[in-house]
């Protein structure tokens, strides 16, 4: 692990004399892999155009962060621009004030659209909502009882009239909500494509019959360059008010968020994270432009290492370090930093494969990164601080109850002090190479150690990113 | 029988298509300009707009250029024509007629990602057997979403053919058993498995899949025949994970390529066809069980560049 450590710690210091400003040139690589990132998350070509055209004008003649390639700072850029885009998060829902709020789900065929009127319903029951749903797919064979047994699930009541038109279906259903005792309508609509004149004018006619509060879009997340036809064609008929993303618990790109956004300019409110009605969840724009970018890019790990990593407690370590003070105990406050960021494994495994340091790939798949920071915790935990903050006191007989007390080996505890020593004589020397740790470290403070594996993670510079809890693991579907 | 219709339709589909791959191209010419660097991106946007994808994209204009280097291509009907010959022959490449059983019932296994339109499609090749002539036997192995099987069930009614079933969450594989005993018993020419949609980043689900597959062959040993993964058009470069995630669990023999009647372009067929060795079998033009069509590579290229 300290081999490691060093190895970082020289592939920064070749990148530090790198500084000066963003330039056509300099980015020129950056902005070719965004590009083909963005198309391969399909995200529409005109967007993606228009997109980085925009970032690079803001970008360029921006002052480089020393310690940050030009690359991985336009990446950053990039990022922060796609989070604020995509942001803020709203998942507000507009409630009418003196009858039945009204929210109307729309959409092409298979989006998603009955599914997400369960998950809006069980959503509102928790918020104290008594919902009412309403079958207004009559075309569709089964959509009718697909609502009603979603219904009966959740104990809601289920407005169906198979013979009536669409419209007349919604307004009646809205008519009788308070009868029924409900104070939310949920419309649940038929598939349509939005080249299909008749069915749009039928959407138009419910909208003006039913005055809906809210009108939402619900979209497959998987969807092509084709999702800014018809985000378009519904936007400009309806008036959207958001957009709902489904089936993001899959492994799509996702990129069509960002066209939408583009084109309908509504917020996207919810997304759809498995096909239970507990998987709604609040859009996160933050989560979305990695993923647009690309699993193990930088600008993952720059959003989520930026506000985890505390800038006091890093500076604290950082002069420790460059004094060669750096105990054990700091070491395990770094560990403690890095289990915050959620995990050890998780963290390089958003690097890109050709970052991590060799062999690290086969010890992230067995697990090895996660126990090798478990042992290294149990021996220094098994130290008394006079022994983490003096490792030198440790003679054989305290290297031997350390070795029991972690349940280790005499060998295990003389590798741990061994590699520590030639980690702290490393700082101490660069300590004294006249401010070249200042040069290190950039402009962001932040902390080039362990979580240095991390390049240039202490400078990204404008990352707004807030921290994401644990990585949601994928939803498991209960039979 | 359908074939005028379905053409129509088809054209009308791909209207967008060859409003943008040819009237553009048609216009840069006619402004006199010169295949350059210039017009080799613009028509790289005009394929990436189709979901053709990235790397098909590249693929493509890399053999333009060198061809246009080598004096291959000189003027804008040869443009075109390479373009057009390069796709007919990635899309002809693999046979693509139905596998049937030598006796027995063949039987057709669908599966697809949620809401692609799986269902809808199996009521179309059941349209379109009948139409054969053939005796088709529908089961409800999509045990999972509500109402899946009320759904099949109605389309079932509609096209007068039997179904079995069993309850909602009742267990897939032993569903598709019954009905290959029931199609065998049956006399049966076509059996034809709906499952619930699943995606292909689920392992158990996944697994659930490959069981059902395989229930089947202790009672025909060769079955499923035909393993059918539905593609919805709208999707982007998904779909060729998705296509090859499938592949790897249940062995593919085709696509079936729906809701063409949008939009949507079907590029994504050239991308799949230029990473996977699965043929396009048939294509859905609508909801109706009769927007239905076989897949041409032929025709479909002819309808996009024409
Ligand atoms: N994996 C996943 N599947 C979903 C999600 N939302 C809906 N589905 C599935 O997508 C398919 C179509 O959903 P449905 O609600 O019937 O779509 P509609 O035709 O727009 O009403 C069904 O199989 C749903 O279970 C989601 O967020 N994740
Ligand atoms: N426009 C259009 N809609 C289709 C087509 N095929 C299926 N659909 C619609 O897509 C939605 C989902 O279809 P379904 O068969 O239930 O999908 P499944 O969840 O994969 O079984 C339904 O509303 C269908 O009517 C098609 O070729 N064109
Ligand atoms: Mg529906
Ligand atoms: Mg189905």
Redesign the pocket.
């Known amino acids: 692990m300290f081999d490691t450590i060093s190895d970082k710690f020289q592939d920064i210091s070749r990148r530090i004399f790198s500084g000066g400003k963003l330039t056509e040139k300099n980015i020129e690589e950056a902005i070719r892999e965004i590009r083909t990132a963005l198309l391969e998350a399909d995200v529409n070509y005109g967007v993606a155009k228009t997109f980085i055209q925009r970032v690079k004008e803001k970008a360029l003649g921006e002052q480089l962060v020393k310690s940050v390639k030009a690359r991985e700072q336009f990446i950053a850029i990039v990022f922060d621009e796609l989070v604020s885009l995509m942001g803020p998060v709203d998942t507000s829902i507009s409630f009418a004030e003196k009858r039945a709020t009204v929210i109307m789900m729309a959409g ?3 989006s998603g659209k009955t599914t997400t009127c369960g998950k809006m319903a069980k959503f509102l029951i928790k918020k104290g909502h008594r919902p009412l749903l309403v079958a207004a ?1 009559i ?2 064979p ?2 009718i009882e697909q609502l009603q047994i979603l219904g009966e699930t959740l104990g809601v009541p289920v407005f169906s009239e198979p013979n009536w038109t669409p419209p007349k279906i919604c307004a009646k259903a809205v008519a009788e909500a308070s009868k029924k005792n409900c104070d939310v309508v949920i419309l649940d609509t ?4 939005h080249i ?1 004149e008749g069915l749009m004018k039928e959407l138009g006619e419910i909208k003006k019959k039913t005055k809906p509060d809210n009108i939402f879009l619900v979209t497959d997340s998987m969807t092509g360059q084709d999702a800014v036809n018809s985000a378009q064609e519904f936007h400009k008929l309806l008036g959207l008010d958001g957009v709902v993303l489904t089936k993001l618990d899959g492994d799509t790109r996702g990129g069509a968020a960002l066209s939408i956004r583009e084109v309908a300019g509504c917020p996207i409110k919810f997304v759809g994270m498995g096909e239970t009605l507990d998987r709604l969840e609040e859009f996160d724009p933050q989560r979305m432009a990695s993923r647009i970018l690309g699993e193990g890019d930088l600008a993952g790990i720059a959003a989520i290492a930026k506000d985890l990593i505390n800038e006091e407690e890093a500076e604290k370590i950082q002069e420790k370090m460059l004094s060669g003070q750096f105990t054990l105990n700091d070491f395990l406050d770094q560990f403690s930093m890095m289990k915050k960021m959620g995990g050890f494994s998780d963290l390089m495994g958003m690097l890109p494969k050709n970052m991590l340091p060799p062999g690290a790939q086969e010890q992230l798949q067995s697990g090895d990164a996660e126990n090798m920071i478990k042992h290294t915790e149990a021996m220094i935990h098994s130290m008394t601080p006079q022994e983490r903050n003096h490792p030198d006191v440790l003679d054989g007989s305290r290297r031997l109850r350390v070795a029991k007390g972690s349940g280790k080996t005499i060998q295990d505890v003389n590798q741990l002090l061994k590699q520590f020593q030639d980690m702290r004589k490393m700082m101490g020397n660069m300590g004294q190479m006249g401010g070249f740790m200042d040069k290190l470290m950039g402009g962001g403070g932040g902390l080039p150690s362990m979580a240095g594996g991390l390049p240039g993670m202490g400078g990204m510079g404008g990352m707004s990113g807030k921290m994401r809890s644990k990585r949601k693991k994928k939803p498991r579907r209960k039979k | 029988m359908f074939l005028k219709k379905s053409i129509d339709k088809l054209k009308s589909a791909l209207d967008r298509t060859r409003k943008i791959l040819n009237t553009d191209i048609s216009d840069l010419f006619q402004l006199g300009r010169k295949i350059d660097e210039n017009f080799l991106e613009e028509l790289e946007e005009k394929l990436i707009t189709a979901d053709v994808g990235v790397e098909t994209t590249l693929y493509l204009i890399s053999s333009l250029r060198e061809s246009y280097k080598n004096k291959e291509i000189e003027n804008k009907e040869a443009i075109l024509d390479f373009l057009k010959e390069t796709l007919k022959k990635k899309l002809s490449k693999k046979e693509n007629t139905i596998a049937r059983a030598s006796e027995g019932p063949t039987v057709i296994l669908v599966a ?13 090749l059941t349209y379109y057997f009948s139409q054969e002539g053939k005796k088709v036997i529908l089961a409800a192995s ?1 045990t999972f ?1 509500a109402a ?1 099987i009320e ?1 099949l069930e109605k389309w079932a009614q509609r096209l007068d053919v039997d179904i079995i079933k069993q309850k909602m969450g009742a267990d897939p594989a032993a569903v598709a058993f019954d009905a290959i005993e029931a199609a065998v018993a049956r006399k049966a020419d076509i059996l034809i498995v ?1 499952t ?2 699943r995606l292909h980043t689920q392992k158990n689900l996944m697994q659930e899949l490959g069981k059902i597959s395989r229930v089947m062959k202790k009672k025909i040993p060769d079955a499923p025949h035909e393993v059918l993964l ?1 593609l ?2 709208t999707t982007g470069q998904n779909a060729i994970v998705q296509a090859k995630q499938f592949d790897e669990v249940i062995s593919l023999t085709g696509i079936f390529l ?5 939009t949507a372009k079907g590029g994504v067929v050239l991308a799949i066809q230029n990473q996977l060795e699965t043929p396009v079998k048939f ?5 109706q069980y009769e ?2 069509e076989v897949f041409d590579g032929e025709r479909f290229v002819d309808a996009l560049f024409s």
């Open positions: 092409l065929q298979g797919d075309q569709r089964g959509a038929a598939g349509r494509l299909d | 697809g990602v949620n809401g692609v339109g799986k269902t809808t499609s199996i009521a179309k999509d979403r899946a759904q709906d619930a949609g539905v919805d058009s729906t809701k063409l009647d949008g294509i859905g033009l609508g909801e927007d239905i």
